[in-house]
């Protein structure tokens, strides 16, 4: 009986063994060619019209308010447009100097500047987003910037700048002082 069994495990292996070399199976192949990714993009134009766009750091100087005087205010806007697909936060900083020029009158003891008395208001999207005089604007470089608000790729938006002075708050000190300034604006990147 033993050897029985053990020459039908014998047999049971060998066509095992033989079963195993023409074992057969399915297959299927399929390819895919000219694919490709595409980055999209993120940039930032600014237009003083809502018209002509511009691009890079030769923007033209749009925010003049010409010659101010106590009692004075005026307004302007610049607009800005997410030329990209991409969804942005939109910063702005600002530096400016003083130029204290010719006085018709003497200086007083005070010593205002146009910065002491000059109270701006920066809104975005009709949005207030920072108002107070210019002295205390702090601002001033690409670390320290404002935040403006989003700005969706393919968007654009509008940026006002009011600015005046109190009739009461400004005295002989700010004749003939000149205020100059540079605004960077800045566009970034955020999780969509």
Do not use: C, R
């Amino acid at each position: 009986m033993k050897s029985g069994i053990l020459a039908l495990l014998v047999v049971g292996v060998v066509l095992f063994g033989l079963g195993a070399g023409t074992w057969a199976y399915f297959s299927d192949t399929e390819s895919s060619t000219g694919n490709y990714i595409t980055a999209d993009i993120l940039n930032l134009k600014v237009s003083p019209d809502n018209s002509t766009w511009y691009d890079g750091t030769n923007v033209p100087s749009n925010i003049d308010f010409g010659k101010v005087y106590p009692g004075w205010s005026g307004s302007d806007d610049v607009y800005v447009m997410n030329e990209g697909g991409l969804p942005g936060e939109l910063y702005l900083y600002m530096n400016y100097s003083m130029a204290d020029n010719i006085h018709p009158e003497s200086e007083t003891d005070n010593g205002q500047t146009l910065a002491d008395v000059i109270y701006v208001k920066i809104y975005y999207n009709d949005n207030l987003v920072w108002e107070g005089y210019l002295k205390d604007w702090n601002y001033d470089n690409s670390g320290n910037k404002l935040d403006l608000g989003p700005l969706d790729g393919g968007k654009t938006g509008k940026i006002t700048v009011e600015a005046s002075i109190d009739y009461n708050n400004a005295g002989n000190d700010i004749q003939g002082d000149k205020l100059t300034f540079d605004v960077h604006l800045y566009l970034q990147q955020v999780q969509g």
